[in-house]
């Protein structure tokens, strides 16, 4: 796809689901990858997945909720490569309960992850894209971030959060030539959701007009769009890609 091929992207949360996708269909157009990942161990799984593929993967170990963690992978891919052209803050968790239940310490995990993650790793990648007044940024938000949903307060308000924190950074760096966007993703087969049982599923398909839950291939494509020069004129939208169980 037009304007992919020889760019260096950050993929976060890229040792599995949609993470590991957008890094294989960006490897497949010719983008040199790095994927950061806090476990070190899935990430060398991809890697060597990836070789057996002839395609060359970067692991990097990072644990978005932590600033220097966020700070030195964004230098480390810096000297590499120069540059970083896109950075896809995709890695997120769930640690779900009924509000009043919810412990104050899966609140504050969730939203470090979820959002102060993505807040940190742009700080530091902006930084980069400004000096070459060029840069496309995504974010992974989700249609609970949209529609609410009962025993994620933490998850979803992190989510809404991605929302409001996509839309600013498009605003003020928009004149620096860099875009940003997220992504809402429905309901897609992914190590998240395999805690699903059968009975859950189908119940969840009944509200989904497409009929069927999404695959990480659904959401990947989406990104390689935004990060292409397809996407050049589109910035601070929020893509919903649920199966329209949400419009
Ligand atoms: N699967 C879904 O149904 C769904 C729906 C909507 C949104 N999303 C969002 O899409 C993104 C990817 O989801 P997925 O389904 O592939 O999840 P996943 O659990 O399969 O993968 C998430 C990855 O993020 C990594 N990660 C977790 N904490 C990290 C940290 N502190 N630093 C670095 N990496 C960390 C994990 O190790 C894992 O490899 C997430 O932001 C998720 O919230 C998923």
């Keep these: 796809m037009q304007g992919i091929e020889g760019k260096v992207a950050l993929v976060t949360g890229a040792a599995q ?20 990942d806090i476990k070190e161990d899935s990430l060398l799984k ?23 963690s966020c700070e030195s992978c ?7 490569e120069g540059r970083i052209d896109f950075l896809v803050n995709n890695a997120g968790i769930t640690r779900d309960s009924l509000l009043i239940r919810m412990k ?17 790793l ?31 307060v ?15 950074v498009a605003r003020e760096l928009a004149s620096r030539g860099i875009t940003c966007n997220a992504i809402a993703p429905g309901y897609i087969e992914t190590p998240m959701t395999e805690s699903l049982n059968e009975k859950q599923k189908e ?3 009944s509200l989904i007009p497409l009929n069927r839950l999404g695959t990480p291939e659904d959401i990947a494509g989406a990104v390689l769009f935004l990060l292409s020069d397809f996407a050049s004129y589109i910035t601070g939208q929020v893509i919903s890609i649920n199966g329209g169980m949400y419009m």
């Design 17 to 36: 689901g949609i993470g590991k996708k957008i890094c294989e269909l960006l490897l497949n157009e010719g983008a040199i990858v790095y994927g950061g």
């Design 46 to 68: 991809t890697q060597k997945e990836f070789e057996e593929k002839n395609l060359k993967f970067n692991p990097i170990v990072l644990n978005v909720s932590d600033s220097k």
């Design 104 to 120: 104050e310490e899966d609140w504050d995990l969730v939203l470090d992850v979820n959002l102060k993650g993505a807040f940190l």
């Design 122 to 152: 742009t700080k530091f990648a902006a930084k980069e894209m400004m000096g070459k007044r060029s840069g496309k940024i995504i974010n992974i938000s989700s249609v609970v971030g949209l529609m609410g949903n009962p025993g994620q």
């Design 154 to 168: 933490n998850y979803s308000s992190s989510k809404a959060g991605i929302i409001g924190f996509t839309k600013s």
């Design 74 to 80: 964004i230098n480390t891919i810096v000297e590499k």
């Design 203 to 205: 119940s969840l398909k």
